[in-house]
């Protein structure tokens, strides 16, 4: 198994620019999560998804789309990228079940640097 | 909303010397709670998963604890190893399989 995969790992992007950060995972696993990670933030939470075809807003959404067509990909998209977005990326799975037993697998995560 | 607090922030340690680093959260409505590893400018590594019916958890030289009630856990790692030198991270899961983090403590284990 690759586990929860990410591309690209690094990218850089002028204010304005759109583009796409993939991930995905060969687990089979319903939940899906992208956070971001800033320094003296922590992580917090953008958008998750609980299976295919439902998505819902995190903690901090604004200025990101996404969307789960299929059990193994979750893309999160920028629409016009900001210097804000400046941060890194990092997309989760987790399997259905009870929850309690649920742990979390993060990617490696991806370094977006806006300009 | 959970408030995840991890004190302290930095510590530097002697190798050889238990490093106990504490993690504090304001609602104890939780499913499990995950302690990670973050070295610099690496993914996160799981590193405990303890649920919410859990005391304690425990996998080599470290062990971590919960206490609902008190809304605290702590992971202990025993005889540190400059190898250990990383930031570690508190990870409490609740509804919708959705993460609340903690900043993290930043350790050093000096050889």
């Known amino acids: 198994n690759a586990g929860v995969t990410q591309t690209p790992k690094f990218q850089v992007l002028k204010t304005g620019q759109s583009m796409t950060l993939q991930c995905a995972q060969d687990?089979?696993?319903?939940?899906m999560s992208w956070y971001r990670q800033d320094p003296g933030m922590g992580l917090r939470l953008i958008h998750y998804?609980?299976?295919?075809?439902?998505?819902d807003q995190g903690e901090v959404p604004n200025g990101y789309n996404v969307s789960r067509s299929t059990t193994e990909d979750f893309p999160l998209r920028l629409l016009s990228a900001a210097p804000s977005q400046t941060s890194v990326y990092f997309c989760?799975?987790?399997?259905?079940?009870?929850?309690?037993?649920?742990?979390?697998?993060f990617g490696p995560g991806t370094r977006l640097t806006v300009l | 909303k959970q408030e995840v607090t991890q004190i302290p922030a930095a510590l530097s340690v002697p190798e050889g010397e238990n490093l106990v680093l504490n993690c504090s959260f304001t609602?104890?409505?939780?499913?499990?709670l995950q302690w990670f590893r973050q070295d610099p400018g690496k993914g996160l590594t799981s590193l405990l998963l303890?649920?919410?019916?859990?005391r304690e958890q425990t996998s080599g030289r470290l062990n971590a604890s919960l206490d609902k009630s008190s809304g605290r856990s702590t992971l202990y790692i025993a005889a540190s190893q400059p190898g250990d030198s990383a930031t570690y991270l508190c990870?409490?899961?609740?509804?919708?399989?959705?993460?609340?983090f903690g900043k993290g403590n930043q350790v050093v284990v000096i050889p």
């Open positions: 687990m089979n696993h319903e939940y």
């Open positions: 998804s609980v299976g295919a075809g439902i998505t």
């Open positions: 990870a409490l899961l609740y509804g919708n399989n959705r993460l609340a």
């Open positions: 303890i649920q919410s019916s859990q």
């Open positions: 989760a799975s987790s399997r259905e079940g009870t929850p309690s037993y649920n742990e979390q697998f």
């Open positions: 609602d104890s409505a939780i499913y499990n």
